[in-house]
């Protein structure tokens, strides 16, 4: 019933591969749950759910994590009623975690600008770097850094067309900086990591293939340990949006640029620069 439930998914949802993944470790990691609780993924109780987002809390699994899994696990149960595969829906009382949910971390502009400034040898280096620059300067999530194409930038008018998830099309702006980095990139890294492939793609590892979400993020982490920084593509979307509103910028304009349906889910970043507001307040005023 799992993989019904996948499969439709895929064809009535038109979910993305990535977030089809997220579906089915979700799904793996409950099934486990499950199977040693004695029941099986076609009858399991609304206390073996809730025992298993307690459990997932323990083993260090984020709140967010685990609201995400409960919301895989509710779409799961609905899915199997609606078949007549169970009477009664067991998620039908169990209240969503969205209290829970944690802040976005954000680096501050000195940290970005360290990241950032830092040299970085050799042609992947050029390309990480470009990566970086790009992710900073438009907020781009690392699905849509990774799967642009060459025709995407439009370095005479500074944007970059982008398909986002559930292939929602969105126009966002690109400075000026990231652009030299991409065009120095494009120039003398690129053509050096091809070596006579072709790829339509902008960013691509060894072989001549795209590089991979894993790939850059293990190239990430390693120079944000190099910093002593806390590291990872989210972190650097993160940054983007925190600073723009730090700016001054406006949410609707911040929830275009990220891509958000709804904006509730940016309005996050008021709360993480009010937490900022307080900690400068009270480090600077004289009774603080």
Not at 129 to 156: H, P, Q
Not at 199 to 207: A, E, L, R
Not at 240 to 261: N, P
Request: glycine share 8%; net charge positive; charged share 25%.
């Amino acid at each position: 019933m799992v993989e019904t439930f996948l499969d439709f998914l895929i064809v009535e949802k038109g979910l993305s591969g990535n977030t089809l993944e997220s579906y089915r470790n979700d799904l793996k990691r409950f099934a486990c749950f499950v199977l040693s609780c004695n029941e099986d993924m076609t009858s399991f109780s609304r206390e073996t759910i809730g025992s298993f987002c307690l459990k997932q809390l323990d083993e260090g699994k984020s709140p967010a994590t685990v609201s995400r899994a409960l919301s895989t696990i509710r779409g799961y149960a609905r899915f199997l009623v609606a078949e007549k595969v169970m009477d009664n829906d067991p998620t039908e009382a169990l209240k969503n975690l969205k209290g829970w949910r944690r802040l976005p971390k954000a680096l501050s502009s000195d940290e970005i600008q360290r990241l950032l400034d830092t040299p970085r040898k050799g042609h992947m280096g050029l390309r990480d770097t470009a990566m970086m620059e790009l992710m900073y300067s438009s907020g781009l999530r690392v699905s849509e850094l990774i799967s642009l194409k060459l025709g995407d930038i439009n370095f005479e008018a500074g944007f970059i067309q982008l398909t986002g998830k559930g292939n929602k099309s969105r126009v966002t702006p690109v400075n000026s900086r990231a652009l030299m980095a991409v065009n120095n990139y494009l120039v003398n890294g690129r053509p050096m990591i091809l070596k006579g492939k072709i790829s339509p793609y902008i960013f691509v590892s060894q072989g001549g293939r795209r590089i991979t979400r894993q790939r850059f993020w293990q190239c990430i982490k390693k120079y944000g340990k190099e910093l002593s920084l806390d590291l990872s593509p989210h972190v650097v979307r993160h940054s983007f949006a925190t600073h723009l509103l730090e700016g001054g910028a406006d949410l609707r304009s911040i929830q275009k640029m990220l891509g958000h349906c709804d904006i509730s889910t940016t309005q996050v970043y008021t709360k993480v620069t009010s937490g900022r507001l307080k900690k400068v307040h009270k480090e600077f005023h004289p009774r603080g």
